[in-house]
């Protein structure tokens, strides 16, 4: 873990290790921290089982914690990922939803350990800020009726031409 005052704390249940791997080899910038290993038993574990995980995902420093089965992710916490293009788009998007993960709608989705994160095109947050509110109201529009953003699609719509 860095000289950084806060990190994000993750609760899993048994698979910080494994999401910590996941991430550092899905996200650039990213890589697994220390892996501390239980002095002794604990209502979900035993001794020298993985109990936290120090990893940094897109720069940001996180301790993913085997807590145990109490507590899951919800859609109220996500991770927004801005991507440059739609091929960063395409592969973070197949990573996350494959092997266990889960398509939602606009950009969002979840991974297999079931948190949820939002991939994000930078040009989509230019249409949307844009000071032409027809072209943002329509790229909204297409956006709403996507689940992996659709860079191109997005582009038709804000310039008014017909999406297919």
């Known amino acids: 873990m860095s000289s950084k005052r ?24 990213s890589q697994v921290g220390t892996i501390n290993r239980s002095p002794l038993d604990y209502p979900s574990g035993k001794a ?12 940001q420093d996180f301790l993913g ?30 990573a996350i939803t494959t092997e ?19 991939i ?3 040009r989509l947050m230019e249409m949307m800020t844009s000071s032409d509110a027809a072209a943002s109201q329509r790229a909204m529009g297409a956006m709403m009726q996507m689940k992996k953003i659709d860079i191109a699609a ?5 310039a008014g031409e017909p999406v297919a």
Not at 12 to 23: L, M, Q, V
Not at 69 to 92: C, G, H, I, K, N
Not at 154 to 158: C, M, Q
């Open 6 to 29: 806060i990190a994000t704390c993750l609760w899993f249940d048994g698979r910080a290790e494994e999401a910590a791997r996941f991430y550092a080899a899905t996200f650039p910038d």
């Open 48 to 59: 020298g089982d993985v109990i936290t995980v120090t990893f940094t995902v897109l720069g």
């Open 65 to 94: 914690l085997n807590g145990g089965p109490m507590y899951q992710f919800s859609e109220a916490v996500s991770f927004q990922v801005f991507t440059d293009d739609q091929a960063e788009t395409d592969r973070l998007w197949h």
């Open 100 to 118: 266990g993960g889960a398509e939602s709608m606009c950009g969002w989705c979840k991974d297999k350990f079931g948190l949820s994160w939002q």
């Open 120 to 122: 994000t095109p930078r």
């Open 154 to 158: 997005l582009e038709a719509a804000f």
